[in-house]
């Protein structure tokens, strides 16, 4: 079946250690998203990507980074993780935009 | 004043009972999404729709554009319905940046 697939489901990293979570997609859409959600809040756009043209958020901090090297994988790259960045982060795709948006599963991100 | 408002926050229901979760908006939009999430997973996109009524399964969404307004309806709930139901718009001229709702925990009893 189609979908997004996030990878890992758990990640646990160091506070400042630089880590990598990954979303790829079956789906071919042209829009792929980076979320953050924080413990009973509403998911956070950090940025999101049409095709290969970037488009950041004003208020996502520049520690957050972003690749998408093909159509169909996408990488949030955090450079130095702090304690509040700890929280699920959810990879969603859709076909244009505003389009109905595809999520993955999600990646919980601990920091110790 | 949130743009995007949901009622209720909170919602505990019998099996079988119907439900309804309501969303309000104050600004133009182009389409409306309901979404789903269950305790600690991923969302799933339930609808989008930009006008009238859809139905799948024991799954209603209507939206009136004039009103603002859209509802969610559950028929026969049971269960395994229980999650976060979340209503989230693109806000005319954002792009793709949804807007959410603060979401209503639902939980039906067996």
């Known amino acids: 079946d189609a979908m997004v697939i996030q990878n890992p489901r758990y990640q646990v990293t160091q506070f400042g250690k630089p880590v990598t979570l990954s979303c790829s997609q079956t789906l071919n859409h042209n829009v792929m998203y980076w979320y953050q959600q924080k413990s009973s809040q509403a998911p956070k756009l950090l940025f999101h990507y049409y095709d290969k043209d970037f488009n950041n958020e004003a208020d996502t901090p520049d520690n957050f980074q972003s690749r998408r090297p093909n159509t169909s994988f996408c990488f949030l790259d955090i450079r130095s993780p702090g304690l509040g960045d700890a929280a699920m982060y959810l990879c969603?795709?859709?076909?244009?935009?505003?389009?109905?948006?595809?999520f993955g599963d999600g990646t919980r991100l601990s920091i110790l | 004043k949130n743009e995007v408002e949901q009622s209720p926050q909170n919602l505990t229901a019998q099996e079988g009972e119907f439900i309804t979760i309501n969303c309000s908006y104050s600004v133009g939009i182009s389409a409306l999404h309901w979404l789903q999430q269950h305790p600690g997973g991923g969302i799933v996109s339930l609808f989008m729709l930009s006008s009238g009524k859809k139905k799948h399964g024991r799954l209603i969404a209507t939206i009136n554009i004039q009103e603002k307004h859209s509802s969610l309806h559950i028929t026969a709930s049971h269960p395994r319905d229980s999650a976060v139901y979340i209503c989230?718009?693109?806000?005319?001229?954002?792009?793709?940046?949804?807007?959410f709702g603060e979401g209503t925990q639902l939980t039906v009893n067996p």
């Open positions: 969603a795709t859709s076909n244009d935009r505003p389009g109905p948006q595809h």
């Open positions: 989230a718009v693109p806000l005319l001229g954002s792009g793709s940046r949804l807007t």
